[in-house]
């Protein structure tokens, strides 16, 4: 059983009914330490006055949601903003800087160079993070994502990039992204140390939107507890994000959904 001070509540999971303001005290509400906000949520909110909030609501933040997004537009855009996006998380005091790289370019079929594209943005930002103390963790995205958002697709290719880029890099390790990998365990055991965030959710057999249709924990077919240990094992101790994008859930009346993960983490995770 997953440590319940350990619970994060990922904000996109109740972004339909609360702004970064509600989301705040209802984690004070139902007893949950931690947040992991989107930054369009901050920016929404406002940094100052999540900042402020967050503070006096006594919340840690696990980890900012997201920078990356190195192909949509030009590279030199994508820096700028992901250096604004690092800037945003070490005033909130984030664990890490979640980033999400990016698919193929718009009319792109070369899938080698928008994952150069990639980690040439992550190398440009780097200076940029190490300085400003904010730790940069790649997630890798299932491969279903991979043309339109993601071409970082398994966690041992994550971890070779960040073998590639050195300190200051590590993993988001998301079940719901992760789970059907026949390498997942020795990629677990591999990434030692490196591992930034864990998000969970569960993939349901009857996924009616491979997005906007993540199951609550319990609810699909993905091993929970299990995972949970090899991350474990890998070393990470740190929060652990629900992450429910789902437009069943968002229909919920997010007290009832923060009352159920709660009830879920500790039974699942
Ligand atoms: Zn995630």
Request: hydrophobic share 50%; aromatic share 6%; proline share 3%.
């Amino acid at each position: 059983m997953a440590d319940p001070a350990r619970l994060s509540l990922n904000t996109a999971t109740v972004r339909e009914a609360w702004d970064l303001g509600a989301c705040i005290e209802g984690c004070a509400r139902h007893g949950i330490g931690w947040i992991g906000p989107w930054r369009d949520a901050v920016a929404a909110y406002g940094l100052g006055r999540a900042v402020r909030h967050l503070r006096d609501a006594g919340l840690g933040v696990s980890g900012l949601c997201r920078g990356g997004w190195w192909t949509a537009g030009s590279l030199a855009e994508a820096i700028d903003d992901n250096r604004r996006a690092i800037d945003e998380a070490a005033a909130l005091g984030a664990r890490c800087l979640v980033v999400v790289n990016g698919g193929l370019p718009e009319g792109s079929r070369d899938l080698a160079a928008a994952r150069a594209r990639c980690l040439e943005g992550l190398a440009a930002v780097l200076d940029h993070a190490r300085a400003a103390a904010v730790a940069l963790a790649l997630e890798p995205l299932h491969p279903m994502t991979c043309a339109d958002r993601s071409v970082l697709v398994t966690l041992a290719q994550a971890l070779a990039w960040c073998d590639t880029l050195g300190e200051g890099v590590g993993v988001a390790v998301d079940s719901y992204h992760v789970w059907w990998d026949p390498d997942l365990a020795a990629s677990l055991a591999r990434a030692q140390g490196r591992i930034l965030a864990f998000h969970v959710c569960d993939w349901l057999r009857d996924t009616r939107d491979l997005v906007f249709d993540r199951g609550m924990m319990g609810d699909g077919v993905i091993d929970l507890a299990r995972l949970r240990g090899l991350v474990d094992h890998a070393g990470y101790d740190g929060p652990i994000e629900v992450e429910i994008l789902s437009r069943r859930w968002w229909g919920r009346d997010p007290d009832e959904v923060l009352a159920t993960l709660k009830e879920r983490f500790v039974a699942c995770v």
